[in-house]
C-alpha cells in the first residue's frame, strides 16, 4: 500500500530531541477499507480503491448496501495481500517517512487584485481616484481585447493543491494519528490524501 484517506484536524508544534520546536499539522486516519482492486490484465494497471466514511441504506425491495463519504484510487506496483474487505490503518505509515499530501485549499471567496494577485496599492493621498483599482487592461488598437490569463478579480482559494517530501514526525498508530511536518492545504476538518514516497531504511 502507498496512500491513505486522512482528515485534518489542525496544526500544532513537536520538540526535536535536540529541543527544536518544529511546526505540524494533525491528520486524523480512520480505518481505510479497500473498495476493490485493479489488475493489470483487467484494467491496464494494478490499483487499489479505498473508502473511508461507511454507511449503510436499504433501497425499496429491502436491499442493503453500503455508500462511502470519500473514495480515492491509488496506483500499485503488486496487489500481493490486497483484497476487497481489507482494513488499513496509519500503521503503514511509521515515523520518519516522506509523503506526498494533496487536498482542496480554504475558499475566500470572491477577491480582488490587492489580495489575490498580490498588486501594490495605489496613493493614499487626497484627490487620488486608484487606491485598490486594478488599473488600465486595455490593449489600444492591436489586439483590441484582454488576454486570456490576465490577472484580474475573481475566486480565490479552493484550489488542488499538492505538497511533496513531507515527513511524517509523530504516528500514534492506537489513536491513528499522524503529525506532518509544516502546513496542509485546507480547513479543519477537510480531507486529505496522503502518498507515501519513502519509508525510513528499518522498514523500506
Known amino acids: ?17 535536540n529541543g527544536e520546536a518544529v511546526p505540524v499539522t494533525y491528520l486524523q486516519v480512520e480505518p481505510n477499507t479497500i473498495l476493490r482492486t485493479k489488475t493489470q490484465e483487467k484494467d491496464g494497471y494494478n490499483a487499489v480503491v479505498l473508502g473511508v466514511g461507511a454507511k449503510k441504506w436499504k433501497t425499496r425491495k429491502g436491499n442493503e448496501h453500503t455508500k462511502y463519504a470519500t473514495v480515492k484510487e491509488w496506483q500499485i506496483d503488486e496487489l500481493e495481500g490486497i483484497e476487497a474487505g481489507k482494513q488499513i490503518t496509519s500503521e503503514i505509515v511509521p515515523v520518519e517517512t516522506l509523503v506526498t499530501i494533496s487536498g482542496v485549499s480554504k475558499g475566500k471567496g470572491f477577491q480582488g487584485v490587492i489580495k489575490r494577485h498580490k498588486f501594490s496599492c495605489g496613493p493614499k493621498t487626497h484627490g487620488s481616484h486608484h487606491h485598490r483599482r486594478t488599473g488600465s487592461i ?24 499538492t505538497l511533496a517530501h513531507r515527513a511524517i514526525l509523530v504516528s500514534d498508530t492506537a489513536k491513528g494519528i499522524l503529525a506532518v511536518k509544516g502546513p496542509v492545504p485546507g480547513p479543519n476538518g477537510s480531507t486529505v490524501f496522503i502518498t507515501i514516497e519513502s519509508k525510513p531504511e528499518s522498514q523500506s
Do not use: C, H, Q, W
Open 1 to 17: 500500500m502507498n496512500g491513505l484517506i486522512a482528515k485534518k484536524i489542525g496544526m500544532s508544534r513537536v520538540f526535536l530531541d
Open 138 to 161: 486595455g490593449m489600444k488598437e492591436y489586439p483590441g481585447r484582454v488576454l486570456k490569463g490576465k490577472k484580474m478579480p475573481g475566486r480565490m482559494g479552493t484550489d488542488r493543491i
